[in-house]
C-alpha cells in the first residue's frame, strides 16, 4: 500500500490553504537540532552499529554495484484497499447492469411510470461511477493498477540512492547518500526503518523512504541499516549473501508481510536485557503470548482473504522499471546521474514544491524569542 508515500508528496506539493497543506502543522527544528541530527546521521553512516548484520526485507538483486530492496511503508495491510476496490466495482457493475436492463425494459413496455423511475436511478448510478472514477480510483491505485512494488536502490559506485515510485508519490529520484539519515528506532508506531534526506540545494523538500519489516523492537532493524551501511562503505566483501527474490509475485511472497508483518509486531523479538525477573513475570509474559496466538487463530480467515488480495493486486499492477540512466550507473564509462532537483518536475509541481519551501525552514529561537 502506498498511502504513506503520497500523503507525503502530497504534503509537499499542497496548494496553500488546501485540505494537504503542512502549513503550520510541523514543529519547527532549530539550527542546533539540525546540526546534532546531521553528526548523527554521519556517525550512523561512518560507524558500525551493529556486530550482526543481516536484510529481512525482499532483495531483488545484489552485485558489487548496487543493493536494491523492496521499499514501503504499509506491505503488511496490501489487500484491504483491493478489497474494498474489487467490492466497488462489482457493485457498481451489478447495479448498472440491473438498471439499464430495467431501463430497458420500461421502454419496450413503454411504462412511463418505470422509465422515470429507472431514469432517477440510472442518474444516480452515474453520479457514483463519476464519484469513483474522480476521488475513489486513486485510492485503488495505492494497490491497483499501478507499478507492483516500491523499490529503492543503493549504488556504491555513484553513492546514491535510487527511489523508485508512482508519479502521484514523488516519482522516481536521484539521492547522495552521503546526505541519508538513517531512523531505525520508529518502532513506536510500528513502522520500518526509515531513510530521510533533508531540503538541499535545488531541492527544495525533504525525501524520505522506507526500508524493511516492522519490528516490535529496533535490534533487527538496526542490523538491517548496519548490512546497508557496511555494503555501501565497505563494499559487499564479508557480509551475508541474501537469497534473491524473483521479481514475479509468487503467491507465497503474497501472505509473507501479511501474516510475517503481524507475528513481527504481535511476537516480535524483545530486548535481550528485557528478561523476566520472576515466575510471576515469565508466566504474564508467557500468557500474552498465548493470547496473542489465540488471537491470531481467531482472525487468520481476514488475514487469508487479505493475503489473496494481496497477491491478486500485485497480478493487476506491473513491474517497476528504472530509467535507462539509473539502470547504467556505474558501469564504466557511463555518466553518474545527476541528483533530482524541483525542475527536474513540471512547472507546476516545481512551482508548489517552492510554495511550501518555508514549511521545512529552521527557526533560530534565540533570534525569534530575544
Not at 538483486?61 to 506491505?75: H, I, K, Q, S
Request: charged share 25%; aromatic share 12%.
Amino acid at each position: 500500500m502506498y498511502l504513506v508515500e503520497w500523503m507525503l508528496w502530497q504534503g509537499a506539493t499542497a496548494e496553500k490553504d488546501s485540505w494537504a497543506s503542512l502549513e503550520g502543522s510541523l514543529s519547527r527544528f532549530t539550527p542546533e537540532r539540525v546540526k546534532e541530527g546531521e553528526l548523527n546521521a554521519k556517525r550512523s553512516r561512518t560507524q558500525r552499529q551493529s556486530d550482526t548484520p543481516r536484510l529481512r526485507s525482499p532483495v531483488y538483486a545484489f552485485n558489487d554495484t548496487y543493493l536494491e530492496m523492496r521499499a514501503g511503508c504499509m506491505e503488511y495491510t496490501r489487500g484491504l484497499v483491493t478489497v474494498i476496490s474489487i467490492f466497488s466495482i462489482a457493485f457498481l457493475a451489478a447495479f448498472g447492469y440491473a438498471q439499464i436492463s430495467n431501463a430497458w425494459r420500461s421502454l419496450v413496455e413503454l411504462n412511463f411510470f418505470l422509465i422515470i423511475i429507472d431514469g432517477i436511478f440510472l442518474s444516480i448510478w452515474a453520479v457514483a461511477v463519476w464519484l469513483y472514477f474522480k476521488y475513489g480510483l486513486q485510492v485503488s491505485r495505492f494497490e491497483l493498477f499501478t507499478q507492483r512494488r516500491l523499490l529503492v536502490r543503493f549504488n556504491r559506485k555513484t553513492r546514491q540512492v535510487y527511489l523508485h515510485r508512482p508519479k502521484y508519490a514523488g516519482g522516481v529520484v536521484a539521492l547522495p547518500w552521503d546526505k541519508v539519515q538513517p531512523m531505525t528506532d520508529v518502532g513506536g508506531i510500528r513502522f520500518p526503518m526509515m531513510l530521510a534526506w533533508d531540503d538541499d540545494e535545488g531541492r527544495p523538500n525533504p525525501e524520505c523512504c522506507f526500508v524493511g519489516k516492522p519490528c516490535a523492537t529496533s535490534g533487527p532493524v538496526i542490523d538491517e541499516w548496519e548490512f546497508i551501511r557496511r555494503y555501501m562503505e565497505e563494499g559487499p566483501e564479508g557480509l551475508p549473501r541474501p537469497s534473491l527474490r524473483t521479481r514475479w509475485p509468487m503467491p507465497w511472497h503474497a501472505f509473507e508481510p501479511v501474516f510475517g508483518g503481524m507475528l513481527s509486531l504481535l511476537l516480535g523479538k524483545r530486548d535481550p536485557n528485557d528478561k523476566p525477573k520472576d515466575i510471576t513475570h515469565w508466566s504474564k509474559r508467557l500468557l500474552g503470548k498465548l493470547l496473542v496466538v489465540a488471537a491470531l487463530l481467531m482472525i487468520s480467515p481476514a488475514l487469508l482473504m487479505l493475503g489473496l488480495a494481496n497477491w491478486l493486486s500485485q497480478l493487476l499492477c506491473w513491474e517497476p522499471r528504472w530509467p535507462k540512466e539509473i539502470r547504467e550507473a556505474g558501469q564504466p564509462g557511463k555518466p553518474v546521474p545527476k541528483l533530482t532537483e524541483a525542475t527536474d518536475y513540471d512547472a507546476d509541481t516545481c512551482r508548489r514544491l517552492y510554495l511550501n519551501a518555508d514549511i521545512w525552514k529552521t527557526v533560530d529561537e534565540s533570534r525569534a524569542n530575544p
